[in-house]
């Protein structure tokens, strides 16, 4: 019970049970001692209830969230009676919460995206880095192993070879020797493991053990972490055109759409790792937004005015909305998303043409009936200001149905009208028989 601070003076209740004296009466001794007691006891209890108390529990889904929170104070008895106190208030507000809740319809939201999982640019090096560090590995393991003579001497080379080897012949290479060439043999080993051609309009995600190590956006040929697993991405602008779709308008009326999507992955690192298959994705994702659109809206509104799947951009442009907010998750960018084809399903298309012929004969009908009607009207007008003479009412009547009749019929086909005398007298006829009494 909401109730607003009141400055007005109330009267001060006495204690339960205990007559009330007569205004003007003072009670002497004893008695006045009473009612001051109970005078004060009713000041206490009015100021309990002009204090507002302050709710703690939940908010009402009512409330305004914008706003200070709702004061609301519980109704206090006398002395001598129940009150209620603030828990039981808090508690009472916490049931209507929970009613107001579970009375409100639960919204669907797009999936949350994953903060953890964000792309970002992996540790690449120019790929002629890795070529020259190549090229240095080679020369320095054909340098030691021309010193250990165990190469040919070419005439036009240098002699590399050392003073022992010369006189007396190849040895073998040393163990300081055999160590070098084995370092080297192994750097050159990881350089080759690292090389990495990346055309224009790929990605590649790099993990390793599991875990995201970054993606890898330049194209040419880099040198990456040999130790990284590489997963090849598209990432040019694509588009997919999907096959055709049944589903169910407003009126549950089959459908059949053929959409034409053009989307792009944004985020590698959520396209690899936060679904299994994001074209998978997608798809499942389109048929699932174009079956909950669809059925919002009729296909056609021939029959009822008012907006239909076939008017304007509004199909295309609520599908690409809601097909963005749930590609997003998966790192997917959806430009567009536009239907193609719309049409009836096999079962239902001749029955709805038959309809739809139905409604545009109809309503051609009504306009071409309107059209004679102002057009007679108009020719009975000019002919009264032609002639300088106004027709009475069965006059003008019977030249409005003869023109009538003269535009509306066919051409070959002429319809009989009736004389005025003759028409009031069956117009007579029918208001006797409506009234009950004998023509």
């Known amino acids: 019970m909401d109730v607003t601070r009141d400055s007005t003076k109330r009267p001060a209740p006495g204690p339960a049970g205990a007559p009330r004296p007569p205004a003007g009466a003072e009670m002497p001794g004893a008695a006045g001692s009473t009612a001051a007691t109970g005078n004060a006891l009713g000041r206490s209890l009015a100021g309990a209830l002009t204090k507002p108390l302050i709710r703690t529990g939940p908010r009402l889904l009512g409330d305004d969230l914008d706003g200070p929170p709702t004061q609301q104070l519980t109704p206090v008895a006398a002395a001598g009676g129940s009150r209620s106190t603030a828990a039981d208030a808090a508690r009472a507000d916490a049931g209507r919460v929970d009613a107001g809740q579970a009375e ?7 999936p949350r995206v994953d903060q953890a999982v964000r792309e970002r640019h992996a540790l690449a090096l120019p790929g002629w880095l890795a070529l020259l560090v190549l090229l240095l590995g080679a020369v320095g393991i054909a340098v030691i192993v021309a010193r250990a003579g165990l190469l040919p001497q070419i005439e036009a080379l240098p002699d590399l070879r050392l003073d022992a080897v010369r006189r007396s012949g190849p040895v073998g290479l040393t163990d300081p020797e055999i160590a070098g060439v084995t370092a080297v043999g192994l750097l050159l080993v990881l350089v080759l493991g690292g090389l990495l051609s990346n055309p224009g309009g790929e990605a590649r995600v790099l993990t390793r053990w599991g875990r995201y190590r970054g993606t890898v956006r330049r194209a040419g040929l880099v040198w990456v972490n040999p130790l990284a697993r590489r997963r090849r991405v598209d990432v040019r602008l694509r588009h997919w055109r999907s096959d055709p779709v049944t ?8 459908i059949v759409v053929r959409l034409l999507v053009v989307w792009r992955v ?12 994001f074209e998978a994705y997608l798809r499942e994702q389109i048929h699932a937004v174009l079956t909950r659109t669809a059925s919002r809206l009729p296909c056609d509104s021939n029959s009822a005015p008012g907006p239909a799947l076939r008017d304007g951009q509004w199909f295309a442009d609520e599908l690409s909305r809601a097909l963005a907010a749930e590609a997003h998750a998966a790192g997917l960018e959806v430009y567009s998303a536009q239907p193609v084809a719309l049409e009836y399903a096999p079962e239902v298309a001749e029955s709805m043409r038959r309809r739809r012929l139905a409604d545009l004969d109809a309503g051609l009908r009504t306009v071409l009936v309107d059209d004679a009607v102002e057009a007679a009207a108009l020719a009975v007008r000019r002919l009264e200001r032609a002639t300088a003479h106004e027709l009475d009412e069965a006059a003008r009547s019977a030249l409005m149905e003869q023109l009538l009749v003269a535009f509306v019929a066919p051409a070959g086909v002429s319809a009989p009208v009736p004389a005025p005398a003759v028409r009031a007298a069956r117009q007579e006829a029918a208001a006797a028989r409506r009234e009950g009494r004998p023509a």
Do not use: I, K, M
């Open 104 to 110: 409100a319809p639960a919204a669907r939201r797009p």
């Open 247 to 254: 589903v169910t308008d407003r009126t549950g009326t089959p």
């Open 266 to 277: 944004r985020d590698t690192a959520r396209a690899v790792l936060s679904v299994a298959d």
